[in-house]
Each structure stands twice: as structure tokens, then as C-alpha cells.
């Protein structure tokens, strides 16, 4: 078993990371410490896979529980469902020592997080990610928010669970498509931070890519502690937090420009990351040899380095629209060398254009 902690004073919290941890979920729910009624949120996919064990062992340990589930997809992230929400939770008879319980990726994680710091002015959250992007990512650091149909998270606020389990087997089930995709944001970690594991990551990719769950305990709990140390140092987003968003400024465009079908939001954080390195070997002099090698890396978890059929106006154009605008320049995060990010605003079009070109470009 590994923990991670996340430290924010009277709103820390452990994310504990088991092998096997859903099956034994009663050890973890007994240590929960009040235990009444429940909501568990869950999609399609997570409940049919996880929701009666989940369900079972919550009432065996003395939790009234109850699950709701919501249909696979970003479209569930709405306010109309969690008007949904709110209304099963009424229904339940959920009052202010009540629990809500997200059940699944980060769409149930960022919906059931937010219904939780909303219903009753926030009752207790607790996060059971089953997507490998959801446990290295969405379930660390308490953004909750749900999309408006003008753009993505536009509602929301920061809402930190009480607890969150990760159990690395429930990643069996997860389609080849959405592992690649959180492996996006696994190797965004080394990128900006670590490049001791950015180096295993490269050297591991073939078993990690046999999904062997120890392996992916060790792999996740790393993640979770980096990614733990951004948010202790700034939990409300408004300074260091802002280097987890390396690759996310073209990769926000690349999926606009997908119409959010075509590239999942991994695929297009691993070509804004490609982009971005290659902007860093524009600004600052970062070798070629360095972009060859984060190519690679991303190249062996099967996300793409090229995207086909999109042209640098389009995404220009997009990116114009990111919310990460500051008075008027893009913010762009870059590398000095690989684990080392900065946050960088004076950047010409003409070397963003240079830089998408590497990507948009058929080798
Ligand atoms: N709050 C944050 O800090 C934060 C950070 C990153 C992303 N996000 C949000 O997370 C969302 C994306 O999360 P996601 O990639 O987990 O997507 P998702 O929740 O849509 O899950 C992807 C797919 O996998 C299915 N699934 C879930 N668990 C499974 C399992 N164990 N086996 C098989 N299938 C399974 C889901 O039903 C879904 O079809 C976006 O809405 C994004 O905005 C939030
Ligand atoms: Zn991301």
C-alpha cells in the first residue's frame, strides 16, 4: 500500500493507493469516521464494473447507501445533471453529515465533486478514480466543476475530498485508448518536474504498458505526490500551479478542433507537449536531442505526434480563446530541460507557428 498526502491544514487528506483496494473497500470505508447516508455517482461503465461491491461493502460497514448513475461522457458534466444529482440526494434523505461518493473517471469525479461542495453548502466528498487519467490527475487537488454549453469547467470551485482510494486493478478494464490518454498526463509530470522519472518512465514503457498492477500502484503514487506538492504550494491555481498546464494550451485547441471527437484530451496533451518542447528549443535553446527524446517517450505509449487534417490558423485561433490568457498574451509553459518548467507570456506568433508546424506536418 502506498499514501500519498495531500497537505492543505485543516483540509488534508490521503490518497491511498492499493492493489486490490476496491474488492477490500471495507477496511478503507471503516476508517471513514462518520458514517450515515450516502450518494454514490458513478457512469455507466464504473457502475457496471465496480458498483455493487462498492454498494455492498458501504452498507456492510454501516453506511446508508444509494448509487445514481449517470450516462458514459464529458456530456454528463452538466449543470442539468447535477441538477439530477441534487434531486437524489434529496430524495435519499441525504442531510449535512451526508457523504457523496464519486465513482469513476474524472467526469463522475469533477460532477459528484461539485454536487458535493454545492448540496447543503458541502457535505463530505469521497474519490474512487477508475481511469488512469482520473487517478494521476483529476481526483488530486480538489478542482470540481461542471462544463457550460459556452465552454469547458466554466463552473465550478475547489473542493477537497475527505479521502480518495485508488486501486490500480480497475485499470484492466480500461480501453487501450483511454490508458494512452492518461499517460499523457504521467509523463507531463516528469516533463515539468522530474526527470529521474521521466527517464523510467522511457526505459519502463513495456511494462507499464502490460498494465502490471504493483507497477502502476508505484507509477500512480508518484504522480499523486508530485502533482500533491504543485497544489500544497498553490491550491487555488494562481501561481506555480499553472506549470501542470505544459502541453495544455495547444492541446485545449487540438481538442476543440477535434469537435472533442477526434483527439481524446491525452492525445491532445501529448502533441501540446511535443509543441511546446519544441517552442523551448525555439526560446531557449533546448537541444534537439531533447525534443527527439520526449517524441519518442510518447511515440511508446502509443499517443500521436502528428495531427493530421489541422492547421496551425485553426489552432491559432483557438488558442486565442484559452481561458489561461493573460492581459492579452498567451501564457505558455516551457522547458529549460526536461523536469524543469516555467511559465513564459512573450512569445512571437511567428515562433508558436514555427512550433506547430512540427506537429501538424506529415514526416
Ligand atoms: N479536476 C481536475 O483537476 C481535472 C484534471 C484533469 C481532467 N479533469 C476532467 O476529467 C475528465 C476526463 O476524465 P477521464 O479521462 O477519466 O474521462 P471519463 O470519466 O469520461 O472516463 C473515460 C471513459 O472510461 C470509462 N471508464 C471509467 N472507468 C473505467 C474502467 N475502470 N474500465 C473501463 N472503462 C472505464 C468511462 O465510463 C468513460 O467512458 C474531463 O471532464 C476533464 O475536464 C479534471
Ligand atoms: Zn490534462
Request: hydrophobic residues 45%; proline residues 2%; aromatic residues 6%.
Amino acid at each position: 500500500m502506498e499514501i500519498a498526502r495531500v497537505a492543505l491544514g485543516t483540509r488534508s487528506y490521503d490518497i491511498t493507493i492499493l492493489v486490490g483496494g476496491l474488492v477490500n473497500i471495507k477496511d478503507w470505508l471503516q476508517k471513514i469516521p462518520v458514517k450515515t447516508g450516502a450518494l454514490v455517482v458513478a457512469d455507466t461503465n464504473s457502475a457496471n464494473f465496480f458498483g455493487s461491491v462498492l454498494l455492498e461493502s458501504m452498507n456492510a460497514v454501516g453506511f446508508s447507501a444509494t448509487m445514481t448513475v449517470v450516462p458514459a461522457g464529458e456530456a454528463s458534466k452538466s449543470l442539468a445533471m447535477a441538477d439530477c444529482l441534487y434531486e437524489a440526494a434529496i430524495r435519499a434523505g441525504l442531510d449535512r453529515s451526508g457523504t457523496i461518493v464519486a465513482l469513476g473517471g474524472g467526469v463522475v469525479g469533477d460532477l459528484a465533486g461539485f454536487v458535493a461542495s454545492t448540496y447543503l453548502r458541502g457535505v463530505s466528498f469521497l474519490q474512487i478514480p477508475t481511469t488512469l487519467l482520473s487517478q494521476v490527475d483529476s481526483s488530486v487537488g480538489g478542482k470540481v466543476a461542471v462544463n457550460h454549453t459556452l465552454g469547458k469547467n466554466l463552473i465550478g470551485s475547489f473542493y477537497q475530498p475527505q479521502a480518495v482510494l485508488i486501486d490500480p486493478q480497475t485499470l484492466a478494464t480500461l480501453p487501450d485508448r483511454e490508458f494512452a490518454s492518461g499517460m499523457a498526463e504521467v509523463l507531463k509530470y516528469g516533463l515539468i518536474a522530474d526527470a529521474n522519472f521521466f527517464r523510467e518512465l522511457t526505459a519502463d514503457a513495456q511494462d507499464i504498458g502490460r498494465r502490471e498492477p504493483q507497477r502502476l500502484a508505484r507509477m500512480i503514487a508518484h504522480c499523486c505526490r508530485l502533482k500533491a506538492e504543485f497544489v500544497e504550494r498553490d491550491e487555488q491555481d494562481t501561481g506555480e500551479r499553472m506549470l501542470l498546464n505544459f502541453g495544455h494550451t495547444v492541446g485545449h485547441a487540438i481538442e476543440k478542433a477535434g469537435d472533442f471527437e477526434r483527439f481524446t484530451h491525452g492525445e491532445g496533451v501529448a502533441l501540446g507537449m511535443l509543441a511546446a518542447t519544441r517552442l523551448s528549443e525555439l526560446h531557449y535553446n533546448l537541444p534537439e536531442k531533447t525534443t527527439a527524446s520526449v517524441k519518442a517517450a510518447i511515440k511508446a505509449y502509443r499517443l500521436p505526434t502528428q495531427a493530421t487534417g489541422l492547421d496551425s490558423e485553426t489552432l491559432l485561433q483557438f488558442m486565442g480563446t484559452d481561458k489561461k490568457r493573460v492581459r492579452g498574451s498567451l501564457r505558455w509553459i516551457l522547458l529549460r530541460a526536461i523536469g524543469q518548467a516555467e511559465s513564459v507570456c512573450d512569445i512571437s506568433i511567428n515562433s508558436v507557428t514555427e512550433a506547430l508546424q512540427g506537429i501538424l506536418a506529415v514526416e
